[in-house]
Structures are given as structure tokens and as C-alpha cells.
Nanobody, 123 residues
């Protein structure tokens, strides 16, 4: 398993941007697909974006497609989520997660999770 620590959350006005980072420990980071998920108050955790171990494949939830971009730097053991044109409905705790050897959108496939970072978008 890898240990994950998210950062970069905060308060932003609608239409603004934030960049989340997720730093991973461990020498096998490059063998994991990475994902971002979010959980709003009173709602279930939902998939946001995922990226393959090499970074060549990505997939997004329809709700963020065209606004969010996931990327990774395996040399820095870090995955990013660039969030543009933010909306109030994007307000949630954002979690990064690691899935060993599987390119997936399913929560059950991700075995390692960070502690989450709060993103709040004001109208």
C-alpha cells in the first residue's frame, strides 16, 4: 500500500480555480492507477477522475468533464487535480486514492486513501 496526503483545498468563488495535490509515499507509486473522489455533506462518496499508472489514460465523471484535469508526476510521486470553472455543487471533501494495477472508477478497487481536503465553492 501507499500512504497518501492531499493538499490544496480551500474556499473559492464560483468560476474560480483550485489545484489539488496528492503526495504518495513508497517506491511503487508508478505501479498504481490513481483516482480522485469527493463526498458532499449528506451524500455518498462519488468518483471524479482517474489516471492510469503511466498517465496515458484518463477518465472523468460527466459532471466534471471539460472543467477538471487529472495528471501525475511519477518522479515526484504526486497526482494532481486541476479544477477550473468551479461551481457551488463542486463543494465537497476531495479524496485521492490508489488502485494497484487496475484502471478503475469503482471505489472498491481503490485500497489506499488519503485523509481528504475540503473544497468550498461560494456562489
Amino acid at each position: 500500500q501507499v500512504q497518501l496526503v492531499e493538499s490544496g483545498g480551500g474556499l473559492v468563488q464560483a468560476g474560480g480555480s483550485l489545484r489539488l495535490s496528492c503526495a504518495a509515499s513508497g517506491r511503487t507509486f508508478s505501479s498504481y492507477a490513481m483516482g480522485w473522489f469527493r463526498q458532499a455533506p449528506g451524500k455518498e462518496r462519488e468518483f471524479v477522475a482517474t489516471i492510469s499508472w503511466s498517465g496515458t489514460s484518463t477518465y472523468y465523471a460527466d459532471s466534471v468533464k471539460g472543467r477538471f484535469t487529472i495528471s501525475r508526476d511519477n518522479a515526484k510521486n504526486t497526482v494532481y487535480l486541476q479544477m477550473n470553472s468551479l461551481k457551488p455543487e463542486d463543494t465537497a471533501v476531495y479524496y485521492c486514492a490508489a488502485a494497484p494495477l487496475v484502471f478503475s472508477t469503482r471505489i472498491a478497487d481503490f485500497g489506499s486513501w488519503g485523509q481528504g481536503t475540503q473544497v468550498t465553492v461560494s456562489a
